[in-house]
Protein backbone atom coordinates (compact mmCIF):
# COMPACT_ATOMS: atom_id res chain seq x y z
CA UNK A 1 0.00 0.00 0.00
CA UNK A 2 1.57 3.43 -0.77
CA UNK A 3 1.24 5.41 1.93
CA UNK A 4 2.74 9.16 3.20
CA UNK A 5 3.06 9.50 7.08
CA UNK A 6 4.03 13.19 8.69
CA UNK A 7 4.86 13.46 11.57
CA UNK A 8 6.60 16.47 13.74
CA UNK A 9 3.82 19.22 13.93
CA UNK A 10 2.70 20.71 17.66
CA UNK A 11 2.45 23.79 19.51
CA UNK A 12 5.60 26.38 19.31
CA UNK A 13 6.14 30.47 19.83
CA UNK A 14 6.48 32.62 17.07
CA UNK A 15 10.36 32.74 16.40
CA UNK A 16 10.73 29.23 17.34
CA UNK A 17 11.23 26.55 14.78
CA UNK A 18 10.20 22.56 13.55
CA UNK A 19 11.26 20.19 11.56
CA UNK A 20 8.74 17.92 9.84
CA UNK A 21 8.97 14.63 8.50
CA UNK A 22 7.23 12.61 6.13
CA UNK A 23 8.04 8.69 5.93
CA UNK A 24 6.84 7.18 2.58
CA UNK A 25 6.06 3.54 1.89
CA UNK A 26 4.68 1.26 -0.96
CA UNK A 27 6.59 3.31 -3.94
CA UNK A 28 10.14 3.64 -4.99
CA UNK A 29 11.01 6.95 -2.97
CA UNK A 30 13.86 8.11 -5.07
CA UNK A 31 11.82 8.01 -8.36
CA UNK A 32 9.35 10.69 -7.32
CA UNK A 33 9.86 14.27 -6.62
CA UNK A 34 8.06 15.91 -3.73
CA UNK A 35 6.36 18.23 -2.06
CA UNK A 36 4.82 20.22 0.85
CA UNK A 37 1.05 21.79 1.08
CA UNK A 38 -0.26 23.44 3.78
CA UNK A 39 -3.85 24.36 4.95
CA UNK A 40 -4.84 26.79 7.38
CA UNK A 41 -7.63 26.51 9.70
CA UNK A 42 -10.45 26.78 7.29
CA UNK A 43 -8.55 27.81 4.08
CA UNK A 44 -7.99 26.93 1.29
CA UNK A 45 -4.34 24.40 0.02
CA UNK A 46 -1.30 26.51 -0.16
CA UNK A 47 2.04 24.89 -2.30
CA UNK A 48 5.13 25.39 -0.48
CA UNK A 49 7.70 23.94 -0.96
CA UNK A 50 9.09 21.11 -3.85
CA UNK A 51 12.50 18.82 -4.12
CA UNK A 52 13.78 16.93 -7.11
CA UNK A 53 13.97 13.37 -7.06
CA UNK A 54 17.89 14.14 -5.59
CA UNK A 55 16.94 17.26 -3.50
CA UNK A 56 19.50 18.90 -5.56
CA UNK A 57 16.56 21.57 -7.14
CA UNK A 58 13.84 23.06 -4.54
CA UNK A 59 11.89 25.73 -4.54
CA UNK A 60 9.56 27.64 -2.17
CA UNK A 61 6.57 29.79 -2.16
CA UNK A 62 7.68 33.97 -1.34
CA UNK A 63 6.33 33.39 2.01
CA UNK A 64 8.28 30.88 3.35
CA UNK A 65 11.67 31.62 1.46
CA UNK A 66 14.97 32.20 3.32
CA UNK A 67 12.78 30.45 7.07
CA UNK A 68 11.54 27.02 5.29
CA UNK A 69 13.85 24.31 4.07
CA UNK A 70 12.99 21.19 2.20
CA UNK A 71 15.16 18.08 1.99
CA UNK A 72 15.44 14.12 1.63
CA UNK A 73 16.67 11.01 2.40
CA UNK A 74 16.30 8.65 0.07
CA UNK A 75 18.36 5.84 1.56
CA UNK A 76 15.60 6.40 4.46
CA UNK A 77 12.77 7.08 2.33
CA UNK A 78 11.77 10.16 3.99
CA UNK A 79 11.51 13.79 3.20
CA UNK A 80 11.87 16.71 6.24
CA UNK A 81 10.74 20.60 6.04
CA UNK A 82 12.74 22.70 8.70
CA UNK A 83 10.62 25.72 9.90
CA UNK A 84 12.55 28.69 10.99
CA UNK A 85 11.57 31.77 12.79
CA UNK A 86 7.77 30.75 12.37
CA UNK A 87 4.61 33.27 12.83
CA UNK A 88 1.06 33.09 13.70
CA UNK A 89 0.63 32.40 9.76
CA UNK A 90 2.64 29.65 9.56
CA UNK A 91 -0.52 27.98 11.27
CA UNK A 92 -1.88 25.35 9.47
CA UNK A 93 -1.74 21.41 8.89
CA UNK A 94 0.92 20.53 6.24
CA UNK A 95 0.58 17.98 3.98
CA UNK A 96 3.30 16.09 2.10
CA UNK A 97 2.81 14.97 -1.00
CA UNK A 98 4.14 12.90 -4.23
CA UNK A 99 4.64 15.04 -6.99
CA UNK A 100 3.18 12.63 -9.99
CA UNK A 101 4.19 11.61 -13.67
CA UNK A 102 2.09 14.35 -14.97
CA UNK A 103 3.21 16.40 -12.05
CA UNK A 104 0.01 16.36 -10.08
CA UNK A 105 -0.20 15.83 -6.52
CA UNK A 106 -0.97 11.82 -6.96
CA UNK A 107 -0.94 11.05 -3.24
CA UNK A 108 -0.98 13.17 -0.04
CA UNK A 109 -0.71 12.47 3.51
CA UNK A 110 -2.52 12.52 6.47
CA UNK A 111 -1.17 15.59 7.22
CA UNK A 112 0.47 17.15 10.86
CA UNK A 113 -0.81 20.21 12.59
CA UNK A 114 1.83 23.22 13.20
CA UNK A 115 -0.08 25.31 15.66
CA UNK A 116 2.12 29.22 16.22
CA UNK A 117 1.39 30.62 19.51
CA UNK A 118 2.02 32.61 22.07
CA UNK B 1 2.35 34.91 -9.36
CA UNK B 2 -0.62 33.85 -11.04
CA UNK B 3 -3.86 33.76 -9.60
CA UNK B 4 -6.58 30.95 -10.00
CA UNK B 5 -10.38 32.55 -9.21
CA UNK B 6 -12.93 29.80 -8.32
CA UNK B 7 -16.29 30.43 -7.02
CA UNK B 8 -16.33 30.12 -3.00
CA UNK B 9 -19.52 27.39 -3.29
CA UNK B 10 -22.29 25.85 -6.32
CA UNK B 11 -24.88 23.46 -5.54
CA UNK B 12 -26.61 20.97 -7.77
CA UNK B 13 -29.07 18.00 -7.08
CA UNK B 14 -28.28 14.51 -6.94
CA UNK B 15 -28.20 13.16 -10.36
CA UNK B 16 -27.51 16.36 -12.00
CA UNK B 17 -24.26 17.20 -13.30
CA UNK B 18 -21.97 20.24 -11.26
CA UNK B 19 -19.79 22.39 -13.60
CA UNK B 20 -16.82 24.06 -11.28
CA UNK B 21 -15.16 26.81 -12.84
CA UNK B 22 -11.56 27.96 -12.08
CA UNK B 23 -10.14 30.62 -14.17
CA UNK B 24 -6.73 32.11 -14.36
CA UNK B 25 -5.54 35.64 -13.94
CA UNK B 26 -5.18 37.20 -17.42
CA UNK B 27 -0.91 37.60 -17.19
CA UNK B 28 -1.22 33.70 -17.84
CA UNK B 29 -3.04 31.46 -20.77
CA UNK B 30 -5.03 28.51 -19.45
CA UNK B 31 -4.43 26.68 -22.78
CA UNK B 32 -1.11 26.77 -21.81
CA UNK B 33 -1.25 25.31 -18.34
CA UNK B 34 -1.81 21.49 -17.32
CA UNK B 35 -5.40 22.01 -14.92
CA UNK B 36 -5.56 19.21 -12.14
CA UNK B 37 -8.41 19.17 -9.99
CA UNK B 38 -8.40 17.37 -6.31
CA UNK B 39 -11.42 16.78 -3.93
CA UNK B 40 -11.40 17.30 -0.47
CA UNK B 41 -13.84 16.31 2.36
CA UNK B 42 -13.82 17.24 5.79
CA UNK B 43 -11.02 15.73 8.53
CA UNK B 44 -9.94 14.53 5.31
CA UNK B 45 -6.53 15.43 2.81
CA UNK B 46 -7.02 15.79 -0.51
CA UNK B 47 -7.63 13.62 -3.19
CA UNK B 48 -6.43 13.75 -6.88
CA UNK B 49 -9.29 13.70 -9.17
CA UNK B 50 -7.70 14.31 -12.51
CA UNK B 51 -5.53 16.87 -14.83
CA UNK B 52 -6.41 17.97 -17.91
CA UNK B 53 -4.61 20.15 -20.93
CA UNK B 54 -6.25 19.32 -23.85
CA UNK B 55 -8.67 16.45 -25.56
CA UNK B 56 -5.84 14.49 -26.20
CA UNK B 57 -3.56 15.22 -22.93
CA UNK B 58 -5.52 14.11 -19.49
CA UNK B 59 -5.63 12.10 -17.02
CA UNK B 60 -7.54 10.39 -14.50
CA UNK B 61 -6.83 9.55 -11.26
CA UNK B 62 -6.27 6.40 -9.64
CA UNK B 63 -9.57 5.16 -8.94
CA UNK B 64 -11.73 8.33 -10.05
CA UNK B 65 -15.08 7.32 -11.29
CA UNK B 66 -15.15 8.36 -14.83
CA UNK B 67 -18.08 10.76 -14.39
CA UNK B 68 -15.46 13.49 -13.68
CA UNK B 69 -14.76 14.68 -16.46
CA UNK B 70 -12.74 18.45 -17.18
CA UNK B 71 -12.69 21.03 -20.21
CA UNK B 72 -10.98 24.34 -20.73
CA UNK B 73 -12.54 27.29 -22.15
CA UNK B 74 -10.12 29.41 -23.64
CA UNK B 75 -12.26 31.52 -24.74
CA UNK B 76 -12.59 32.36 -20.76
CA UNK B 77 -9.23 31.53 -19.74
CA UNK B 78 -10.86 28.71 -17.23
CA UNK B 79 -10.69 25.43 -16.31
CA UNK B 80 -13.76 23.10 -16.09
CA UNK B 81 -14.89 20.22 -13.52
CA UNK B 82 -17.89 18.54 -14.85
CA UNK B 83 -18.85 15.87 -12.10
CA UNK B 84 -21.89 14.22 -14.02
CA UNK B 85 -24.13 12.34 -11.91
CA UNK B 86 -23.93 14.03 -8.85
CA UNK B 87 -24.42 11.88 -5.44
CA UNK B 88 -24.63 12.37 -2.03
CA UNK B 89 -20.65 11.78 -1.56
CA UNK B 90 -19.97 13.99 -4.01
CA UNK B 91 -20.06 16.69 -1.44
CA UNK B 92 -16.54 18.48 -0.78
CA UNK B 93 -14.34 21.22 -1.38
CA UNK B 94 -12.79 21.10 -5.01
CA UNK B 95 -9.51 22.93 -5.45
CA UNK B 96 -8.11 23.72 -9.04
CA UNK B 97 -4.29 23.96 -9.47
CA UNK B 98 -1.26 24.80 -11.87
CA UNK B 99 2.20 23.46 -12.49
CA UNK B 100 5.06 25.72 -13.98
CA UNK B 101 8.40 25.46 -13.64
CA UNK B 102 8.18 23.52 -10.28
CA UNK B 103 5.88 26.45 -8.74
CA UNK B 104 2.60 25.28 -8.16
CA UNK B 105 -0.79 27.32 -7.45
CA UNK B 106 -3.89 26.64 -6.09
CA UNK B 107 -6.82 28.27 -6.82
CA UNK B 108 -9.44 29.29 -3.64
CA UNK B 109 -12.02 26.43 -4.30
CA UNK B 110 -14.97 25.81 -4.41
CA UNK B 111 -17.67 24.05 -1.78
CA UNK B 112 -20.17 22.33 -3.55
CA UNK B 113 -22.99 20.85 -1.87
CA UNK B 114 -25.29 18.32 -3.01
CA UNK B 115 -28.69 19.31 -2.29
Known amino acids: EVQLVESGGGLVQPGGFLRLSCVVS????????MSWVRQAPGKGLEWISY????????NYVDSVKGRFTISRDNAKKSLHLQMNNLTVEDTAVYYC???????????WGQGTMVTVSS | QPVLTQPPSSSASPGESARLTCTLS?????????MYWYQQKPGSPPRYLLY?????????GSGVPSRFSASKDTSANTGILLISGLQSEDEADYYC?????????FGGGTKLTVL
Open chain 1, 97 to 107: ARVGNNHGFDI
Open chain 2, 26 to 34: SDINVGSYN
Open chain 1, 51 to 58: TSVTGRTT
Open chain 1, 26 to 33: GFTFSDYE
Open chain 2, 97 to 105: MIWSSNTYV
Open chain 2, 52 to 60: YFSGSDKGQ
